[in-house]
């Protein structure tokens, strides 16, 4: 008596498609500072080579590298007013912070103003980067592997 082919055999389910790595976070997008007579809206600057730049400075120098935070979120947050603009430093995050921590002392503004809006902005700037969870995912992911 003839048997049907792969009788008893498990059945072959087509192959799960693989999940995307996670993306970050993103940044709250409604966050203002006060500094100065200036309320700042706070913009996330769209490179992520940016963010990483002043994450790598605040080994350096954090007062600079929170201060580089605070003037790149306000030129990306489109308030008036910026204390520096950032292609004028050559991309030098920490000659940038310098710039715009020495130019809000001159308007007036006291260090520790500057220093917590700094510290809010560098929050808000590297809360996009990715974690150390969605780099795992990433790494991890290895796409549809061919059959056999």
């Not at 008893?8 to 693989?18: I, M, V």
Request: charged residues 15%; proline residues 9%; contains cysteine.
């Amino acid at each position: 008596m003839p048997t049907p082919k792969n009788k008893g055999a498990p059945s072959r389910a087509p192959a799960a498609k693989p999940k995307a790595a996670p993306a970050p976070p993103a940044p709250k997008t409604d966050v203002h500072v006060k500094v100065g007579a200036h309320n700042v809206r706070l913009g996330s600057p769209p490179s992520m080579a940016l963010r990483f730049d002043v994450l790598n400075a605040v080994g350096t120098n954090e007062g600079r590298a929170n201060a580089a935070a605070l003037g790149l979120c306000w030129e990306s947050g489109g308030t008036s007013g910026a204390p520096a603009k950032w292609a004028q430093y050559g991309y030098n995050t920490l000659a940038y912070g310098g710039a715009v921590l020495d130019e809000l002392v001159k308007r007036g503004v006291s260090i520790g103003e500057i220093a917590n809006a700094g510290y809010a902005a560098f929050l808000h700037l590297t809360a996009a980067l990715p974690t150390g969870g969605a780099v795992q995912a990433a790494e991890d992911f290895t796409g549809a592997q061919p059959e056999g």
